[in-house]
């Protein structure tokens, strides 16, 4: 069965940096789109970057330049490299896996269909 577990989340202040890990297991990256989604207090989830060995990599406008998004073949691991982080980033951050495409800068959960439990990331001074 395939599961994702992620870690790194922590408390920065503005402008730092964290990098978070989605641990997958059950599957291969290399035949899934993994997904990284985040949800603030009071808001819906939100769908920040997407993998796949296939197509590649895709942000939203809001963390290009800002998030990175790798893969640690090895490990069977994605990581997102977070920098110059600001308080509208804080919220539980999400991986997910799926089977559809990574072509787009909407990040559409509705494409994912394993989702792991979510880590805190909170940005403040």
């Known amino acids: 069965q395939l599961q994702l577990e992620e870690s790194g989340g922590g408390l920065v202040q503005p402008g730092e940096s964290l990098r978070l890990s989605c641990a997958v297991s059950g599957l291969t990256v290399d035949d899934l789109i993994i997904g990284w989604f985040r949800q603030a207090p009071g808001k819906g989830r939100e769908g920040v970057s997407c993998?796949?060995?296939?197509?590649?990599?895709a942000y939203i406008d809001s963390v290009k330049g800002r998030f990175t998004i790798s893969y640690t073949k090895g490990k069977n691991e994605v990581h997102l490299q977070m920098s110059s982080l600001k308080p509208e980033d804080t919220g539980v951050y999400y991986c997910?896996?799926?089977?559809?495409?990574?072509?787009?800068?909407?990040?559409?959960?509705?494409?994912?269909?394993?989702w792991g439990q979510g880590t805190q990331v909170t940005v403040s001074s």
């Open positions: 993998f796949s060995v296939r197509d590649g990599v």
């Open positions: 997910a896996a799926g089977f559809e495409e990574c072509t787009s800068s909407y990040v559409d959960k509705d494409d994912y269909d394993y």
